[in-house]
């Protein structure tokens, strides 16, 4: 059912795309992309009752920190899929680890997040997309599921995610910033600045982002988008335009 599978990150960012999570009911699967070629001994995989740690060893965790819920350590697995055959169809494209957590609640609940926060032993190891999901549910709060809302904090996580090359958090970010530029007011926490919201759609257009590239194009064609007092500049902007109609988002200019 793809109705139920949460993309951690924007349509169009392959490119950044950490781990997609999907709740099963009475499990959870994650699956994040690596190599083709990875074995499995190169993959490290912590699942314990309340947290959980994955990625690839020599590299920083993909996912890691305490879940929404306890799970059953014991019927919870991991796994190597691996599919996409090349020209000759002997070699696989594409490599997948996917884990699946079993919930340990009777109840099945749906999950509104995976990760709510850092480890204990860890309090600083919440990886990017974990921290910008969070954001997500921080930002608008889900009390029926526990989540209070926490603009401040949403705030803070959308940053550190930004920083750590999140683009979905670049994305959310840039629209906090121009949102209410033009009235001087914007989320709760964080004032009006279309500057800073141009310089955030431009770092997620460069990281390949076609939506960024899309809404930079157009901040760069008119200005007043975003409540921006620079120069238009129609060249750039076609070009990002360009760029964001080859990757299929298909936009024009009047």
């Given at each position: 059912?793809?109705?139920k599978?949460?993309?951690?990150?924007?349509?169009?960012?392959?490119?950044?795309?950490?781990?997609?999570w999907?709740?099963?009911?009475?499990?959870?699967?994650?699956?994040?992309?690596?190599?083709?070629?990875?074995?499995?001994?190169?993959?490290?995989v912590?699942i314990l009752?309340?947290?959980?740690k994955?990625?690839?060893?020599?590299?920083?965790?993909t996912?890691?920190?305490?879940?929404?819920?306890?799970?059953?350590?014991?019927?919870?697995?991991?796994?190597?899929?691996?599919?996409?055959?090349?020209?000759?169809?002997?070699k696989?494209?594409?490599?997948?680890l996917?884990?699946?957590?079993?919930?340990?609640?009777?109840?099945?609940?749906?999950?509104?997040?995976?990760?709510?926060?850092?480890?204990?032993?860890?309090?600083e190891?919440?990886?990017?997309?974990?921290?910008?999901?969070?954001?997500?549910a921080?930002?608008?709060?889900?009390?029926e599921?526990g989540?209070?809302?926490?603009?401040?904090?949403?705030?803070?996580?959308?940053a550190?995610?930004?920083?750590?090359?999140?683009?979905?958090?670049?994305?959310?970010?840039?629209?906090?910033?121009?949102?209410?530029?033009?009235?001087?007011?914007?989320?709760?926490?964080?004032?009006?600045?279309?500057?800073?919201s141009?310089?955030?759609?431009?770092?997620?257009?460069e990281?390949g982002?076609?939506?960024g590239q899309l809404?930079?194009?157009?901040?760069?064609?008119?200005?007043?988008?975003?409540?921006?007092?620079w120069e238009?500049?129609?060249?750039?902007?076609?070009?990002?335009?360009?760029?964001?109609?080859e990757?299929?988002?298909v936009?024009?200019?009047?």
């Amino acid at each position: 059912d793809m109705s139920k599978l949460h993309a951690s990150f924007f349509r169009h960012e392959e490119v950044s795309r950490q781990y997609l999570w999907s709740d099963e009911g009475s499990a959870v699967s994650i699956s994040i992309p690596i190599g083709a070629d990875v074995p499995a001994s190169k993959v490290d995989v912590k699942i314990l009752p309340t947290s959980i740690k994955a990625g690839l060893k020599g590299s920083l965790p993909t996912v890691q920190g305490m879940l929404y819920q306890e799970i059953d350590t014991s019927e919870s697995m991991w796994q190597i899929e691996r599919g996409g055959k090349g020209v000759q169809g002997s070699k696989p494209r594409t490599g997948t680890l996917t884990l699946h957590l079993w919930k340990k609640a009777a109840t099945g609940i749906p999950w509104p997040v995976l990760v709510v926060g850092p480890t204990p032993d860890a309090p600083e190891a919440l990886d990017a997309t974990s921290l910008y999901c969070l954001g997500e549910a921080l930002e608008s709060g889900r009390p029926e599921y526990g989540i209070q809302m926490d603009s401040a904090t949403a705030l803070r996580h959308f940053a550190k995610a930004a920083d750590m090359g999140c683009v979905p958090a670049m994305m959310r970010l840039a629209q906090l910033f121009s949102a209410g530029a033009k009235e001087g007011t914007t989320m709760e926490g964080l004032e009006a600045s279309p500057d800073t919201s141009l310089q955030l759609y431009r770092k997620a257009a460069e990281a390949g982002e076609a939506w960024g590239q899309l809404r930079l194009a157009a901040a760069l064609y008119d200005p007043d988008t975003i409540g921006g007092k620079w120069e238009q500049d129609l060249g750039q902007a076609l070009a990002w335009a360009r760029g964001a109609a080859e990757a299929g988002v298909v936009a024009g200019f009047a």
